[in-house]
């Protein structure tokens, strides 16, 4: 629940040169500078409210919000202004600022920010406070190919053993064959195969033996609704103050509900499915729709924790997770809550999902494509190397794909994790060089 804002800073401003960057909640939620008479993406739906940004903290009309971070350059000439929360992981204000006739910004917030000036411009003054953090530096990305954007829910065994061949024949360099969403028969049933998958286990055997390493993709703390979990294990969902399933919004066309990893059986179950992946011989996860784990609710015990209960269980569960496939193994986090995040990831999707085409729907900045894409990766670039290899989001250089060039050149600028998401007998011979090139130059 929202608390109450105070005002903590009143800032002169040119407001002919001023930018304000606004930080949004998790991986999709829109990130950037704007201009003061810029306005800024917002939610366009009540469902992407939930599933794409923070869920009880709605922004006014006319205000920049940035959860937990917010930084200012008047445009001036003076240093960039840059409130934080002091400790992300366990509480996230929401800092609001407000241009005002005569040349101020009014800044505010409800809850405790930290206060700091930088010199440079706002991406600077970001990079200093990422910094400041004092995370390791982030081990380097393997190149990846994911059947994601060419298949999506569709993908089959077939498909994964076409591009393997494809990868030999093509000679493109990819360290990871990762499959995404689409081998599992339900969101919570992730040991489950659909119809389309034979053998996981016999995937990865076939992916090693070609000298490369297998990834898995999961959504591991949602649950469908007609999932065998939920009609054999109720107990283990987070549940709303009525006592209802917690609603993480919709997806897949149909309702979500989110697994409580505080309860015992239900962390021992999350830890059985991610040994078991490991032990089969994927050592590179993709874990999604990670928001969901930060949801504020009524968890084991009988209470609702609040905004700080809620993450301590979110990074608990990540924690569990990073536990059973071991430190060696590659942790990429997606649609997860960006700040209460730090320290516990190799990389991190900053932006929306891309997408074959350019203009997301409803001109929704949280939702698939490239506009949207670019828009955030290029409001998050601070973060790569210092808080985790940026995801830029995959790759997709084939005929088919709606301004393939650009997408490519911005991929290939961020210097981030590389990954391919095509049927890589589709691509041309522009295609096949562009995949190989960003591949063959990332630092490995």
């Excluded at 005569?102 to 991406?123: H, K, T």
């Excluded at 059985?272 to 996860?285: H, I, K, M």
Aim: hydrophobic letters at 40%; one cysteine or more.
């Amino acid at each position: 629940m929202s608390l109450p804002f105070t005002p903590v800073a009143s800032v002169p401003v040119d407001v002919r040169r001023a930018r304000v960057h606004e930080e949004g909640w998790q991986s999709w939620s829109p990130s950037g500078a704007y201009a003061p008479g810029d306005k800024p993406y917002r939610p366009t739906n009540d469902n992407w409210a939930t599933v794409c940004y923070r869920p009880g903290h709605p922004v006014p009309e006319g205000v920049f919000q940035g959860e937990g971070l917010l930084a200012l350059d008047p445009g001036d000439g003076s240093p960039v202004r840059l409130w934080a929360a002091p400790d992300p992981t366990r509480q996230v204000p929401s800092i609001r600022l407000e241009f005002r006739e005569g040349g101020r910004a009014e800044v505010s917030a409800n809850g405790p920010v930290e206060y700091a000036e930088y010199e440079g411009d706002i991406q600077a003054a970001l990079a200093s406070w990422a910094e400041g953090r004092g995370l390791p530096a982030p081990r380097p990305a393997p190149t990846v190919w994911c059947s994601w954007y060419e298949y999506f829910t569709e993908v089959t065994e077939d498909d994964i053993h076409e591009n393997l061949r494809a990868m030999d024949v093509l000679d493109l360099p990819i360290d990871v064959v990762q499959i995404d969403d689409g081998y599992q028969k339900a969101l919570g049933d992730w040991l489950t195969l659909s119809g389309r998958f034979r053998s996981r286990a016999g995937i990865a055997d076939r992916i090693r033996a070609g000298g490369r390493r297998a990834g898995i993709w999961t959504a591991p703390f949602l649950v469908d609704p007609s999932s065998e979990l939920t009609a054999e294990h109720p107990e283990w969902l987070v549940r709303d103050v009525q006592g209802a399933p917690l609603h993480a919004g919709r997806n897949w066309g149909h309702d979500l509900y989110v697994l409580d990893t505080t309860h015992p059986a239900a962390a021992a179950y999350l830890t059985e499915v991610f040994t078991t992946l490991r032990a089969e011989g994927y050592d590179y996860f993709k874990v999604d729709f990670l928001y969901a784990g930060a949801l504020e609710g009524v968890r084991h015990g009988g209470e609702d924790g609040g905004e700080e209960g809620a993450l301590a269980a979110y990074r608990a569960g990540v924690a569990l997770i990073r536990e059973a496939i071991g430190p060696d193994a590659y942790l990429l986090g997606c649609g997860a809550p960006i700040l209460p995040s730090l320290g516990l990831f190799d990389a991190m999707r900053v932006s929306a999902d891309t997408a074959p085409h350019r203009r997301p729907e409803a001109g929704d900045y949280s939702q698939p494509g490239q506009d949207a894409a670019e828009f955030t990766g290029v409001g998050r670039q601070w973060q790569h190397g210092r808080l985790w290899v940026n995801d830029p989001d995959c790759l997709m250089a084939r005929p088919a794909v709606e301004t393939r060039e650009r997408w490519a050149a911005h991929v290939e600028a961020t210097g981030g994790l590389m990954a391919s998401s095509d049927r890589l007998l589709s691509l041309d011979e522009w295609g096949v060089e562009t995949t190989r090139r960003l591949l063959t130059g990332v630092d490995r």
